[in-house]
């Protein structure tokens, strides 16, 4: 399990309608308590994950623990009242505070990574007022927490937005890419894995933390159960997540 950390930031995920559909055969049988990491997650039939160097970020992202429990918690102990959106819940502590919500999510699973490849010059956050926020330190775990406690209390989805760099082609994601909406409200999610089919098709999977504050989870597809939690690269200008819909040009990278 990952250290609990601390996020100072309301970031304004405000949930938005689910929507309402009939699931047809889901895309495996196997109940997600099986799965003990992200990467034991199978992709859509006819679909294989892309390649990844053994010290990147999707191999890292592939690598997180998952509960047995699915149940999503909120930051107080009580069940989230929509259950409907997770697929499968992240191992990663939320805390007893309504504090580590979307951006924050983000923020974190990045800058976990770049620690634990001790790429620690690359770790650097940016305020609303384009303030850096650069960790100087080492391998020390107790002040990188509270250098993130600082991140998370300065920066959030707005300022997260204008750090990243747009994607100006959808079908150029790539994992590791995040999905977001600046502002309050506003949203982040992660796309934390990808696979293609032999016609070249892509298929991706994502991350998210919510408001209030909660168990963090991958999503599922809401509009099509047998692929889900994959989503596929589509045409269309919208990607309806079971509680935010994004736009194509909303995409960005680090």
């Known amino acids: 399990m990952f250290p609990y950390l601390l996020s100072f930031l309301f970031t304004g995920c405000i949930e938005q309608e689910s929507i ?6 889901p895309v495996t049988e196997i109940p997600p308590s099986s799965f003990k990491q992200l990467n034991d997650i199978p992709p859509p039939n006819g679909f294989t994950r892309i390649n990844a160097s053994p010290n990147s970020f999707i191999s890292w992202l592939r690598k997180l623990p998952l509960k047995k429990d699915k149940t999503v918690y909120l930051y107080n102990g009580k069940v989230k009242p929509n259950q409907s959106a997770q697929f499968a819940v992240v191992d990663i502590s939320t805390g007893k505070t309504d504090l580590q919500q979307c951006a924050d999510v983000v923020m974190r699973l990045r800058a976990e990574y770049l620690f634990a490849q001790k790429k620690y010059d690359s770790i650097r956050f940016m305020d609303y007022n384009r303030k850096w926020y650069n960790w100087k330190g080492t391998s020390n775990r107790s002040q990188f927490d509270t250098y993130l406690q600082q991140v998370f209390g300065w ?4 300022s997260l937005e204008k750090q990243l760099k747009p994607v100006s082609n959808f079908s150029h994601i790539q994992p590791g890419d995040v999905l977001i909406k600046g502002g309050f409200p506003g949203h982040a999610m992660i796309v934390a894995d990808m696979a293609v089919n032999n016609k070249g098709q892509k298929a991706y999977m994502l991350i998210q933390g919510y408001q209030p504050a909660q168990d963090v989870h991958i999503v599922v597809n809401p509009l099509d159960q ?4 994959w989503y596929l690269v589509e045409d269309g200008n919208t990607i309806i997540t079971p509680e935010w819909d994004f736009f194509k040009d909303q995409l960005y990278r680090w």
């Not at 309402?20 to 055969?25: G, I, L």
């Not at 047998?226 to 939690?229: D, F, L």
């Open 20 to 25: 309402d559909n009939t699931f047809v055969t």
């Open 155 to 158: 920066c959030g989805s707005a």
């Open 226 to 229: 047998k692929i889900s939690p």
